[in-house]
């Protein structure tokens, strides 16, 4: 993550940029601001700034609040430091972030899960909490930052640095941090080992431990500006500005908000049509068109057919929170909305799980190639009591 491919923030990529140039770096650094403001890439695009061992100085000439020119790097991309940014995979920069423990999976320390987090910071590090939950596969767990994590990044921390430059421990949401993970570190941000950072990233500062906030160096990150994500989409989507920027001023500076409301809107219709078919062909039990239904599902390719399973459960638990009348939770376009007002008493704690399993056992069943008829049939059989049962 280079600094010109984060989304506005300019004041706080030249603040972070030139007192890295002039050596002044505080130890421990802690990001904070509303969710979608760019806090981790900031932080991956400080790190790979310190690690590069090619990037072109600043001369101390130019003020720090001046924009990057156009073109310009922070970064130059090509050292052996870059490479292994582009994978994530720098032996030097090390992460901690909440996980839930699972021995059966082997996955009980932030290193087991590596290879998920990786992937889903390498396809979007303008990821939420919510992303990371469904990643780990594990949305109805409270995942923490174990007491262990602290012993393990002091082990780390005591070898020399694998390429001699600086060692840079990231921590996202720190705030999860168990008490007595939490006074271990405190230990390491007093007496840190040399040319050592600490990256701090967090929505909830309010629930750390004041005496690591008294150590660290405190930056907020403020809201994006509408047009700076309405650009920002428009030049990953293609889609045009004037349509983008409703949708844009609901998130309110948020990009991870405005990027799912867009994408929902964008790629959906098709989606909606055959979900809204199903809830209503469920609820209604014609034999007839129940079949109909699931043989043109059945006809569709494997993929669509994936994509819609994955939809329908997005869809049942939009439905699920729209009955807690929190409309900040919930994230659909206009469509779905005037649908779910009125779809939405019909998925109550009496059959949404039933439901979800449903459809998940469907989408098992057809990445799995079982008949594709039989699946959706299925499906639609067992909807049509558990839509009754609400």
């Given at each position: 993550?280079?600094?010109?491919?984060?989304?506005?923030?300019?004041?706080?990529?030249?603040?972070?940029?030139?007192?890295?140039?002039?050596?002044?770096?505080p130890h421990a650094l802690l990001l904070t601001g509303p969710e979608g403001c760019g806090k981790m890439p900031m932080a991956l695009a400080l790190a790979q700034y310190l690690c590069c061992t090619g990037k072109h100085k600043t001369d101390g000439q130019s003020s720090m609040f001046d924009e990057p020119s156009k073109g310009s790097n922070s970064v130059c991309g090509t050292c052996i430091s870059c490479r292994q940014w582009e994978q994530l995979a720098h032996p030097d920069?090390?992460?901690?972030?909440?996980i839930v423990a699972n021995k059966v999976r082997k996955k009980e320390v932030c290193d087991d899960w590596m290879p998920v987090w990786?992937?889903?910071?390498?396809?979007?590090?303008?990821?939420?909490?919510?992303?990371?939950?469904?990643?780990?596969?594990?949305?109805?767990?409270q995942p923490i930052i174990y007491s262990r994590e602290s012993d393990i990044i002091q082990r780390k921390l005591?070898?020399?640095?694998?390429?001699?430059?600086?060692?840079?421990?990231?921590?996202?949401?720190p705030e999860k941090m168990k008490?007595?993970?939490?006074?271990?570190?405190?230990?390491?941000?007093?007496?840190?080992?040399?040319?050592?950072?600490?990256?701090?990233?967090?929505?909830?500062?309010?629930?750390?431990?004041?005496?690591?906030?008294?150590?660290?160096?405190?930056?907020?990150?403020?809201?994006?500006?509408?047009?700076?994500?309405?650009?920002?989409?428009?030049q990953r989507m293609g889609i045009k500005l004037e349509d983008i920027q409703p949708i844009v001023h609901q998130a309110n500076g948020n990009y991870s908000k405005a990027l799912e409301a867009v994408t929902v809107d964008n790629g959906t219709s098709a989606l909606f049509q055959s979900f809204t078919s199903l809830m209503r062909l469920a609820w209604s039990r014609k034999v007839k068109?129940?079949?109909?239904?699931?043989?043109?599902?059945?006809?569709?390719?494997?993929?669509?057919?994936?994509?819609?399973?994955?939809y329908a459960q997005r869809m049942i638990r939009e439905s699920f929170t729209a009955n807690l009348h929190r409309p900040e939770l919930n994230y659909m376009n206009m469509e779905e909305q005037q649908f779910t007002s009125k779809f939405a008493p019909f998925v109550s704690e009496k059959n949404a799980m039933g439901?979800?399993?449903?459809?998940?056992?469907?989408?098992?069943?057809?990445?799995q190639n079982v008949n594709a008829k039989m699946v959706f049939f299925d499906l639609i059989l067992q909807l049509t009591v558990l839509i009754k049962n609400h």
């Open positions: 993550m280079k600094f010109e491919d984060i989304i506005g923030q300019e004041e706080v990529k030249n603040i972070l940029m030139s007192e890295a140039d002039r050596g002044r770096l920069v090390h992460f901690i972030f909440p990786r992937e889903m910071l390498l396809r979007n590090p303008y990821f939420t909490y919510t992303d990371w939950l469904q990643q780990m596969e594990v949305e109805n767990s005591n070898l020399k640095s694998v390429q001699g430059g600086w060692r840079i421990v990231i921590i996202w949401l008490e007595d993970g939490a006074n271990k570190m405190l230990k390491l941000l007093e007496e840190p080992p040399t040319q050592t950072i600490f990256i701090l990233v967090s929505e909830e500062p309010q629930k750390m431990l004041g005496t690591i906030l008294s150590r660290v160096q405190r930056i907020r990150m403020p809201r994006l500006k509408d047009e700076k994500i309405s650009m920002a989409i428009h068109e129940m079949k109909a239904w699931s043989d043109e599902m059945s006809e569709s390719g494997r993929e669509r057919q994936k994509d819609f399973l994955q439901i979800m399993k449903e459809l998940q056992e469907a989408q098992i069943h057809i990445e």
